[in-house]
């Protein structure tokens, strides 16, 4: 979506989200804002990036944890901005989230790796119900039927 075809509430929106400390009803220059919003994604996309590559390649849990939530801003920062962007930001703002969810795939969060295996004990214990269950079901069964002779 380009300049046209924008309401000034919409456009005032997107000046707000690319430029700092702007007040409302201000007048923006369109080419000041289509190169504000260039800088912008660019911005967001380098950390992105920049903070994936470390979530994957640091040693330091701590440096990945910080960047895996610091990429995690940004990937959301640059979904709410992509309404405004052009066709060729578009497409940039999408390889670097592809590479955000690539990333994503790959790296085990401890949050994620907590709730993972509280999931994975909560059907262990219900498994092991269940068995211990269908066992007292089969020996119910084998004393009714002894009871009976």
Do not use: C
Not at 58 to 64: A, D, G, I, L
Not at 115 to 144: C, N, P
């Amino acid at each position: 979506m380009g300049l046209f075809g924008l309401s000034r509430k919409e456009k005032e929106i997107w000046a707000s989200i690319v430029i700092q400390r702007i007040k409302p009803d201000m007048q923006i220059d369109d080419g000041l804002l289509k190169n504000a919003t260039e800088i912008y994604i660019n911005q967001h996309i380098r950390i992105l990036e920049e903070s994936a590559r470390l979530v994957l390649e640091s040693k330091n849990n701590k440096t990945r944890e910080d960047r895996y939530e610091l990429a995690l801003q940004h990937f959301s920062t640059l979904s709410k901005i992509r309404k405004y962007a052009d066709k060729n930001q578009k497409k940039r703002i999408a390889d670097a989230q592809d590479y955000f969810m690539i990333m994503n795939e790959h790296y085990k969060h401890p949050e994620r790796i907590r709730k993972q295996e509280k999931q994975k004990l909560k059907r262990q214990k219900r498994d092991s119900f269940l068995e211990a269950y269908g066992t007292m079901e089969i020996l119910d069964d084998i004393f009714d039927d002894h009871n009976k002779n």
